[in-house]
């Protein structure tokens, strides 16, 4: 534990990185089996899902700290090692976010009470290969924890057919909505009946008979909900929570130029903030390392028809991906080197809504 | 003014890699050709119809590779009688698989379309990453990513689509898909016309039977040069 705490000091200190991952990294390969040993006699959530993550383990965490001392990993270190680095810290509560293919590990070994799934589809294909392999997993986990609630929103059919293997679950739904990897049902391999936002397979699999229901509303408001319902499971009361918060958007100010910073990684997560643009003009980053996904095909399952009559400017280590989609799509881009050069070109007090690549956006944000 | 019909088969299903993207460059480039491409999208229920000059086909999941395939067996029968009076049809990946002799999907051997001579078998590595190859139709490389992780091979009646240069093709490094006449099927997604907008012309020249002038489009050439300059 000393070698692990230290080796996150010299990472942090001597290195500048976050220190995040590396005492969890060295104390993993120390004692392998540190996150059971570590998780023993605490109550353990976790979070898993392709987007919202972040936000809604915050959220969840505020949650369950009325219950008593949390700890968490906030800043989206949320692999096996990241989990390990967070169990560290004395706390009776642990709420932890966790990568959709670590889930398994992370939960086999730390036993939680609770396991938060938010909802799956197309991101990081090199790395995920299919939306069903990743379901696929979540099914096979859920068998076989018996004690642990899952908590899930099954108007996401993936979401669905994870908890129905699961012992103990809350199936949520908000009214339904349309899923774009859901023509084919993830239990059955057959072709999926949707009615409007609403699908019921032969098989059963359904979103149709929740155990809970609620309105419709944002992603925000969706993640919002499923915090304190999951919070309910250990007996947190239910908080009032910003939405604005669960957005994983900043505001930041560029010399006068006032800038709505939010993330973008997938096909959904675009979708959802393209719809909140409202700025005249636009700045998009696309980079395609190893966490925003090495390709950019999904581009092009995106409409960008919002932008359309905007002064969008594309910059990042893949702008030409994104100009050439937009080209086709008959939206006109300007490039630009870089964020700042881009950025500069706004006059001071106007507003600029821009939406960054992973990589990006923690450039910008700060980790 | 020509007109062609461009049919996008079970996007629904063969839309995970971002494949659907193909037929809009279709439409794009075809403009400067002064053709006016219209899309048919054909839903997994649809009949597949008679009157399309270039039929495309994507990328998919196994589970829906296998939905795609049944559904287009429902339809057998068009496709002998689009092929035979020279409609163009450009499979990717999963696609391409379909329209081979035989793949291999949740573990199972199935019988393709067998429109394209070869034949597909599972492997237990992912081929995942950029693609560079050396077309057998046109004169520059081609690019791309791929994300599968069947090997196929060619029987007589077929031709690689390409000769690789960077990356894993049908699984041995060598080649990539093949090609038989119209039919033409790839690994590479981009989606590939998108990074060869040059490949789109060449098949709307086999689609309509016209030789077409060369199109000025600055920023399809940036595009298509950078990707083929990094890919080393």
Not at chain 1, 143 to 157: C, H, M, S
Not at chain 2, 166 to 189: E, L, P, R
Request: aromatic share 8%; hydrophobic share 40%; net charge positive.
């Amino acid at each position: 534990m000393l070698i692990a705490a230290l080796s996150g000091w010299v990472s942090k200190t001597l290195l500048r990185k976050s220190g995040k991952t590396i005492p969890g990294k060295v104390l993993l390969q120390l004692y392998p089996k540190a996150l059971q040993a570590l998780s023993n006699n605490r109550t353990v959530l976790l979070v898993s899902g392709t987007n919202g993550k972040t936000s809604t383990t915050k959220a969840l965490s505020k949650v369950v700290s009325s219950k008593g001392p949390t700890v968490s990993n906030s800043t989206g270190s949320n692999l096996d090692r990241g989990a390990a680095t967070t169990l560290m810290s004395h706390s009776k509560f642990v709420v932890l976010e966790v990568d959709e293919l670590h889930l398994t590990k992370v939960a086999s070994e730390a036993k939680p009470k609770v396991v938060l799934l938010l909802n799956l589809s197309r991101d990081q294909l090199h790395r995920m290969h299919e939306v069903k392999r990743v379901a696929d997993r979540w099914h096979q986990l859920a068998a076989t924890l018996p004690e642990t609630t899952f908590v899930g929103d099954i108007d996401d059919p993936f979401v669905a057919y994870a908890l129905s293997a699961a012992t103990n679950k809350i199936g949520i739904s908000f009214g339904g909505k349309k899923h774009k990897d859901g023509a084919v049902c993830p239990a059955c391999g057959k072709y999926m009946k949707w009615n409007k936002n609403n699908y019921k397979c032969s098989c059963g699999l359904s979103n149709t008979n929740p155990d809970q229901e609620y309105e419709n509303g944002s992603a925000a408001y969706r993640n919002s909900v499923l915090a304190n319902v999951a919070g309910s499971v250990i007996g947190a009361k239910p908080i009032a929570i910003n939405e604005a918060e669960l957005e994983r958007s900043v505001v930041k100010d560029y010399k006068g130029v006032i800038a709505k910073l939010r993330l973008t990684k997938n096909p959904a997560s675009w979708e959802e903030a393209l719809r909140s643009v409202s700025s005249q003009d636009v700045v998009l980053i696309v980079n395609a390392r190893q966490v925003d996904g090495i390709d950019t095909s999904w581009l092009w399952d995106i409409s960008f028809e919002t932008l359309r009559n905007r002064r969008v400017i594309v910059t990042g280590e893949r702008a030409l991906d994104i100009a050439y989609r937009l080209h086709v799509q008959g939206i006109k881009s300007e490039q630009s080197e870089s964020f700042e050069k881009a950025i500069s070109k706004f006059t001071p007090g106007s507003s600029v809504d821009v939406l960054a690549a992973y990589t990006a956006y923690f450039g910008l944000v700060g980790a | 003014m020509s007109r062609i019909n461009i049919v996008r088969i079970h996007n629904e299903l063969l839309g995970t890699y971002g494949d659907q993207g193909n037929a809009e460059v279709l439409v794009f480039r075809g403009k400067f050709h002064g053709i006016t491409g219209n899309i048919i999208d054909v839903g997994y229920n649809d009949p597949l119809p008679t009157n399309g000059d270039i039929y495309l086909l994507g990328g998919a999941e196994d589970s829906a590779q296998l939905l795609s395939l049944e559904a287009m067996q429902r339809d057998r029968e068009v496709l002998d009688l689009v092929i035979e009076r020279g409609a163009v049809i450009l499979a990717v990946c999963a696609g391409f698989q379909i329209i081979g002799n035989s793949f291999g999907a949740n573990g199972k051997e199935v019988t393709g379309l067998g429109l394209l001579d070869v034949t597909t078998t599972p492997g237990d590595k992912r081929f995942v990453g950029d693609v560079r190859i050396k077309s057998t139709n046109l004169s520059i490389d081609l690019t791309g990513f791929e994300n599968h992780s069947g090997k196929t091979v060619l029987g007589s009646n077929a031709t690689p689509f390409g000769k690789v240069e960077s990356g894993y093709g049908n699984g041995d490094g060598k080649y990539d898909g093949a090609v038989s006449g119209n039919i033409f099927g790839t690994y590479m997604h981009g989606p590939i016309l998108a990074r060869n907008p040059e490949f789109a012309d060449l098949l709307l020249t086999r689609a309509t039977g016209r030789k077409y002038a060369q199109i000025t489009d600055p920023l399809a050439s940036q595009y298509a040069t950078w990707r083929r300059k990094v890919i080393k």
